[in-house]
């Protein structure tokens, strides 16, 4: 059974930082490329990032270029999304998702089949 957990959202202030797992089991991320979503309240779903062990790092939408890093850990069988500097514009609930091989569209979230519960990220002060 396929599954995908997300963890470490919380409340940050601007300008800080916060890393987000993603824990995949009943599978391998060695075939599977994850990716990284995030909607915000009265928004559709945005994507953030995404890699596949094939290809690398396939996609960062231009809104967090410079400020966020995708990265995986095959051995963990998890995905981490590394964001500094984050605004009040990045809070959203962030979600992972997972498809086999490589989207042809890594930021259309209809390119996945499998999604994570989401974790919610609050950049405030």
């Known amino acids: 059974q396929v599954q995908l957990v997300e963890s470490g959202g919380g409340l940050v202030q601007p300008g800080g930082s916060l890393r987000l797992s993603c824990a995949a089991s009943?599978?391998?991320?060695?075939?599977?490329?994850i990716g990284w979503f995030r909607q915000a309240p009265g928004k559709g779903r945005e994507g953030v990032s995404c890699?596949?062990?094939?290809?690398?790092?396939?996609y960062y939408a231009d809104s967090v270029k410079g400020r966020f890093t995708i990265s995986r850990d095959n051995a963990k069988n998890t995905v981490y999304l590394l964001m500094n500097s984050l605004k009040p514009e990045d809070t959203a609930v962030y979600y992972c998702?997972?498809?086999?091989?490589?989207?042809?569209?890594?930021?259309?979230?209809?390119?996945?089949?499998?999604w994570g519960q989401g974790t919610q990220v609050t950049v405030s002060s």
């Open positions: 009943g599978f391998t991320l060695d075939y599977f490329a």
């Open positions: 998702a997972t498809t086999y091989g490589t989207p042809r569209y890594p930021e259309d979230p209809t390119m996945y089949d499998y």
């Open positions: 890699i596949s062990t094939s290809d690398g790092i396939l």
